[in-house]
């Protein structure tokens, strides 16, 4: 039994005027400490599958498990949902914003919030803790968002494109320190992402998804040699560019209307 499992998904979305088939009979699984992608252009479905597996959509067809269970909202805090958009609430500040998702007791939230400043010192951000989100650069904000997801300790990771508003400086600092600590803490993640390199760099295994309708394409798994590195190491590895190329010459026959597996 896998940690995640995903298992036949069908969705399709109805609106007054259509249907629309978001995605087709997608089936793929992460083992618990796992770090996988979502590959594709855009259309193919990748954020219906990451709000279905968040228990937000409910699917046409196909189950979902974690654990071996389907989802239950008195699970909800097993799964951390970083979203593209920071979704900090500016009138409250970071520390508020930080503890918002702890439905704890007194005590269990005094050692959360303790361990949760912690985790943003550690980030790099000492003392921001009473300022307000527009206080904060996008980068800083994008970081604050991350300790938040963590904070519930999560026991899956969802982060579709959270790095994609960022330049590019912030956005392989911001990597780096994601992935080391998802390590640390031996958290399973599924990252959705637009973007080859950042998926190689990261990932134990990409899924490539073609669009029209959503489907799985491809599946790739990242070298060894690759996985035990961080990713601005991985960018600079050999066996990255061969990785890089094989994907980028898929990427170009999916975009082509009809493409077939
Ligand atoms: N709420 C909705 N109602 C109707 N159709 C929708 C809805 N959300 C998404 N879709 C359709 O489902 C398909 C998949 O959309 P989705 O947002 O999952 O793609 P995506 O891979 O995340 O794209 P992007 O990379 O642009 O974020 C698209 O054709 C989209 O138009
Ligand atoms: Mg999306």
Redesign the pocket.
């Known amino acids: 039994m896998s940690f995640l499992s995903v298992e036949n998904i069908h969705?399709v979305?109805?609106?007054p005027a259509?249907s629309?088939?978001?995605?087709e009979d997608i089936s793929l699984s992460a083992e618990e400490g796992e770090f996988i992608s979502?590959l594709?252009?855009?259309?193919?479905?990748?954020?219906?599958?990451?709000?279905i597996i968040a228990g937000l959509i409910k699917p046409t067809e196909g189950q979902t498990l974690l654990e071996g269970e389907v989802y239950h909202p008195s699970k909800k805090q097993d799964i951390g949902y970083m979203l593209?958009q920071d979704y900090l609430f500016p009138w409250k500040t970071i520390r508020e914003n930080i503890l918002l998702g702890l439905k704890l007791g007194k005590n269990e939230k005094a050692s959360a919030e303790i361990s949760a400043l912690k985790l943003l010192n550690d980030i790099g951000l000492p003392q921001v803790e009473d300022q307000f989100p527009n206080q904060l650069s996008g980068g800083m904000r994008q970081r604050v968002a991350l300790v938040r997801t963590l904070a519930t300790n999560p026991k899956l990771l969802l982060l579709?494109?959270p790095f994609s508003a960022l330049d590019y400086v912030t956005k392989l600092k911001l990597e780096d320190l994601v992935f080391t600590t998802l390590k640390r803490f031996n958290k399973t993640a599924v990252l959705?992402t637009?973007d080859i390199g950042e998926a190689i760099a990261m990932s134990d295994r990409i899924y490539l998804?073609a669009?029209?309708?959503?489907r799985l394409y491809k599946t790739y798994q990242v070298p060894q040699e690759l996985r035990s590195l961080p990713p601005f190491e991985s960018r600079n590895h050999p066996l990255y560019t061969d990785l890089f190329q094989t994907i980028w010459k898929e990427f170009e026959t999916i975009e082509e209307p009809g493409a077939k597996h």
């Open positions: 969705h979305y109805f609106t259509a629309t088939l978001a995605i979502f594709g252009p855009s259309g193919c479905g990748k954020t219906t599958l990451l709000s593209q579709d494109e959705v637009h998804f669009a029209k309708p959503g």
